[in-house]
């Protein structure tokens, strides 16, 4: 399923500033999963959390604004990996403790069920279980998000990809 335009609208209010920030922009130029960037990876597990929010009816403002910043934010400490881990089991561990420090630095947040949906969005290969809803709607999106990546259905196209962030630099302009 293609992303609705409706899916498109909740990630960009929610997250506008996260796109907009000098640290997103580098995620396009980070591979991840050999075969796709984190950018891409990114956007595509912000689409399924934002799918599965609605689908499960988890539509609230707090829950949608939770799901769409811990998304963006959940892979942001992979960036530089291979300068930063070791080894692939090192990168595993670390990154989702690296993803809070970087979810801080860019929005100035705290919000606890972002910290803890970053922190355990690698359950259950790291096994530390979410706490809070959004964290099982990131687990979920993440794991979702990443097979149809290898199944070659991504959740965004790079066609949506291009559209979206034309889009976030048109708002940074006002243009
Ligand atoms: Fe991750
Ligand atoms: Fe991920």
Not at 13 to 34: A, C, N, P, V, W
Not at 38 to 52: F, N, P, Q, S
């Amino acid at each position: 399923m293609a992303m609705t335009e409706e899916i498109r609208k909740i990630i960009l209010k929610y997250g506008r500033d996260i796109l907009g920030s000098d640290e997103f922009r580098e995620t396009f130029s980070q591979t991840h999963h050999m075969d796709t960037t984190v950018g891409d990876h990114t956007l595509g597990v912000a689409a399924e959390a934002v799918r599965i929010c609605l689908k499960y009816h988890q539509t609230d403002d707090g829950t949608l604004k939770n799901a769409v910043v811990s998304s963006l934010c959940h892979d942001l400490g992979i960036i530089g990996r291979d300068e930063k881990y070791k080894n692939n089991v090192q990168c595993l561990i670390r990154h989702p403790i690296d993803s809070i420090e970087a979810y801080k630095s860019v929005t100035g947040e705290e919000e606890e069920r972002v910290l803890d949906s970053i922190g355990c969005h690698m359950f259950p290969l790291k096994p530390r279980m979410p706490k809070h809803r959004e964290g099982w709607i990131l687990v979920l999106a993440d794991k979702t998000a990443s097979a149809r990546e290898k199944l070659g259905y991504p959740a965004v196209t790079k066609k949506d990809r291009d559209e979206m962030m034309a889009e976030i630099e048109r708002m940074k302009t006002g243009a």
